[in-house]
């Protein structure tokens, strides 16, 4: 770290990824601080300073090399361990400063020697009880695919055979005198039924009538009148449900009703151009349904504005992916299973080409990844129309 960040650091005070501290503190406290930033974003803790005038204190040498080692012992002592890196800074005359590096951990969730979870909130760390915040940690680490968990009170007989049979018809080189039985067994192979129940995954594209169990696991659409999210009149609202592949179709067809078709140049009694490009919407709507955090009790909403088209997923994006990172294709999969059926069922292409391909065709688009708000965004302009 050279002076100019180390001062900048110092400008901007405590945050959620760096802290400050006059000296080292007790082992307890310091290991909530290390878990609370491992399970988060990690970030950098900076002994030496006072943290509510970020005056430099300073620490000696000795300090410096006790608190070195006894840190080192704080983090093996976290379950799983944690592996950090140190540096000092000098800050004027004889003022030496320890930083401290903590990555975001790649096995979450990280527990203190007392078994109790951190994560942080703004500059301060909180105490993790609910479960689900839980699951989401180890969803986060790729130790849980919650798509793959059961849901409760389901039993075979909420099974759609047609539609299994309809998925087992895409198996290559095989005909349909060939396909197997729909047994229990084929069931459980497929991950559509585990201990007698239906799994998440298995709900949302096998089931009769998925929302009988997961009601918020639907889209909201709407087409607004005006450009605010908090318009209450609106030329078309409908709530869609059914199987992912069903809300797909159903969400492309309120789409192509509710937006515009252009001419663009080509004869007048010509069939008009969506104002959208509908390959872009096809891979954003599967993007909204398939990629989503189940975790999270929510519609995905779609939401067409005079001004622009919306679409909101529930659920920042996983495993620290950035908006760059899935422009150029990158991706790390958070609903496992959903992922293998979409390749049968839908027009899904997988390999994370799906956002990118939307931008080749529809290069206006917006990105948001709200992780305050833990969700994620899409926004694309529409054209300036007369009503």
């Known amino acids: 770290m050279d002076a100019i960040e180390f001062l900048d650091l110092l400008k901007k005070g405590e945050t959620s990824q760096v802290q400050f501290k006059e000296a080292l503190p007790n082992s307890e406290s310091l290991s909530r601080e290390i878990v609370a930033m491992s399970n988060t974003a990690g970030g950098l803790i900076l002994f030496g300073i006072k943290d509510k005038t970020a005056a430099v204190i300073g620490l000696s040498a000795e300090q410096i090399e006790y608190a070195d080692r006894k840190i080192a012992e704080y983090a093996d002592a976290i379950e799983p361990p944690i592996y950090l890196f140190t540096e000092v800074v000098e800050f004027e005359a004889n003022k030496l400063v320890l930083v401290v590096h903590i990555k975001e951990g790649i096995n979450k969730p990280y527990k203190t020697a007392k078994g109790e979870i951190y994560v942080k909130q703004g500059s301060n760390k909180r105490l993790l009880t609910d479960n689900t915040e839980i699951l989401r940690l180890f969803q986060s680490s790729g130790q849980l ?13 909420d099974i ?21 039985l729909i047994t ?15 799994t998440i995954g298995g709900l949302l594209f096998f089931g009769k009538a998925p929302q009988k169990y997961r009601p918020a696991f639907c889209v909201k ?9 908090s318009g209450t009149e609106y030329r078309s609202s409908k709530d869609i449900i059914g199987t992912i592949p069903e ?82 294709g990158n991706a790390a999969v958070r609903n496992n299973l959903m992922v293998s059926y979409s390749a049968k069922t839908m027009k899904y292409r997988g390999f994370g080409s799906g956002i990118s391909r939307a931008i080749q065709h529809q290069p206006n688009i917006e990105l948001i990844n709200d992780t305050e708000g833990e969700q994620f965004i899409v926004k694309i302009p529409r054209p300036a129309f007369k009503e």
């Open 145 to 157: 695919f919650f798509d793959e968990t059961t849901v409760f009170d389901s039993s075979v007989n």
């Open 221 to 229: 659409a709407i087409s607004f009148f005006g450009n605010e999210l």
């Open 160 to 180: 759609n055979e047609d539609k299994v049979r309809a998925y087992l018809k895409q198996i290559p080189g095989k005909s349909e005198e060939e396909l197997p």
């Open 184 to 198: 229990t067994t084929l069931l459980k192979n497929l991950l559509v039924l585990k201990e007698g129940k239906l």
């Open 247 to 328: 809300m797909f179709e159903q969400s492309l067809s309120f789409l192509n009703a509710n937006l515009h078709s252009l001419q663009s140049g080509q004869n007048f009694n010509s069939v008009g151009k969506l104002e959208i490009a509908p390959i872009a919407l096809e891979e954003l709507v599967q993007n909204a349904l398939i990629h989503r955090d189940y975790l999270k009790n929510a519609p995905v909403r779609i939401a067409i504005f005079d001004n622009r088209l919306e679409i909101i997923s529930p659920g920042k994006l996983p495993n620290s992916l950035t908006v760059d990172a899935i422009k150029i």
